[in-house]
């Protein structure tokens, strides 16, 4: 009972998938934090007015 006990917590061959996906979901949350859903602040807000600076320069328009 022992020695099965001690080899059920040293296997570690299933258990990448699910860390794989708890770190997609941190990434994603994580960048969803710092563009926000719009771009009415943080990263977003910082991008769309970099994009603006460039199409105003380019003479394309602006970004909505």
Known sequence: MNKAIRKFL?????ITALE????????????????GSDSSSGLGLILKNLFNKVATSAGVGTAT
């Open 10 to 14: 040293k296997e570690e061959d299933g």
């Open 20 to 35: 794989y996906g708890l770190l997609a979901a941190l990434v994603a949350v994580v960048l969803l934090a710092v563009v």
